[in-house]
C-alpha cells in the first residue's frame, strides 16, 4: 500500500515473497521505471517493518520520530 499524506493512494496484493537484495532503493519510481516517476515535492520518507494503518499514519505523520517507536527502519528528511 502507498499513502500519501496519510491517505491511501495504492493498494495491490502482490504474490510471492520479498527477497532481500543488495540493491539501490529507488524512491518514488514504480514499475521499471519506465511507466512513470513521482512529479511533486517529498519532504519526509519513513520504511516501516510493521504494518500501519492509514489511522496511525495520520496520527504521527507531522510527529519526529525520537527512536522510542518500535518499527520504523528508516527515516529521511529532505
Known sequence: ????D????VSATVPGT???KDEA?????WGDGLMGTFNGVMD?????N????AEQIQADMYKTLNGAQAGPLANWSF
Open 1 to 4: 500500500m502507498s499513502y500519501i
Open 6 to 9: 496519510g491517505v491511501l493512494d
Open 18 to 20: 520479498i527477497v532481500e
Open 25 to 29: 532503493l529507488n524512491m518514488a519510481r
Open 44 to 48: 519526509e520518507a519513513r520504511i516501516w
Open 50 to 53: 510493521v504494518a500501519r494503518t
